[in-house]
């Protein structure tokens, strides 16, 4: 099975505005994973344990011998969870829920208000494109 093919699943999975860093990462231990599918069969218990030792010392050395020697940042994916967190509050915003969301996410209410009225102007702004009105282009 080609690389591609064998790596669809993972893509299929990923958001297309997931880090390019934990990208790679998520690809080189998904890569040692289906090379070590024969620990699938081992029944849960002490030997499945240290066969799953065995594959994180494995996943270890794959990132080793991908990265070693670089300099590699491998960042939290803070923006990418906080966005994917903002994109989903935005969906659910109504107007006037700035509490109830502000609970559901641990924010203030004055943080969900900025994020929402980012997000209005980042969707505002994507829909409607590069519209200049008039009076600007006069300038």
């Known amino acids: 099975m080609d690389e591609i093919t064998q790596l669809a699943p993972l893509h299929a999975l990923l958001d297309p505005a997931y880090p390019e860093n934990l990208r790679m990462v998520a690809e080189w231990l998904f890569v040692q994973l289906v090379e070590d599918e024969e620990i699938a069969e081992i029944p849960m218990g002490a030997a499945r344990l240290t066969a799953l030792a065995l594959l994180a010392l494995r996943q270890t050395e794959r990132l080793s011998a991908e990265i070693g020697g ?30 109830e969301l502000a609970r559901v996410y641990g924010l203030t209410p004055m943080r969900v208000r900025q994020i929402t009225v980012a997000m209005l102007a980042d969707d505002v702004a994507r829909r409607q494109g590069c519209i200049v009105s008039p009076l600007q282009k006069r300038a």
Not at 72 to 96: C, P, Q
């Open 70 to 99: 670089m300099n590699f940042y491998l960042n939290k994916g803070v923006r990418y969870r906080a966005s994917l967190r903002d994109r989903e509050m935005f969906e659910r915003f109504n107007g006037r829920n700035y509490d």
